[in-house]
């Protein structure tokens, strides 16, 4: 198992950055990553993804080119660098941790099992 605890959402103007930070403990190292968000009335999102052993990320296509998933392994952290916020970027971002990903290119919540509680993140415009 893994327990996830995100951290880092805040109101920020549209242009802005932040970035995203998920602690995790238990096996890190052998789980797929991802960043997910879901605004009000929506349906969630996939935002980033990437299996925690290696360096390939993937991305949802409404933040390729604006956020970037990273992690630092050594202190078992994911992070989600967010540049250009947009007010359609405001949602809860949660962070999630999977075993088993049958499409890299794709980031789909179900097959996600472990989750955060989630860290609001709000743009102005």
Not at 55 to 76: C, E, H, L, M
Not at 77 to 102: K, V
Request: hydrophobic fraction near 35%; glycine fraction near 12%; charge should be neutral.
């Amino acid at each position: 198992q893994v327990q996830l605890v995100e951290s880092g959402g805040s109101s920020v103007q549209a242009g802005g950055s932040l970035r995203l930070s998920c602690a995790a403990s238990g096996t890190y190292s052998l789980y797929w990553m991802g960043w997910f968000r879901q605004a009000p009335g929506q349906e969630r999102e996939g935002v980033a993804q990437m299996f925690a052993g290696s360096t390939n990320a993937y991305y949802g296509d409404s933040v390729k080119g604006r956020f970037t998933i990273s992690p630092d392994n050594a202190r078992s952290t994911l992070y989600l660098q967010m540049n250009s916020l947009r007010p359609e970027d405001t949602a809860m971002y949660y962070c999630a941790a999977a075993g088993i990903i049958r499409s890299a290119g794709r980031i789909y919540p179900p097959e996600y099992h472990y989750w955060g509680q989630g860290t609001q993140v709000t743009v102005s415009s």
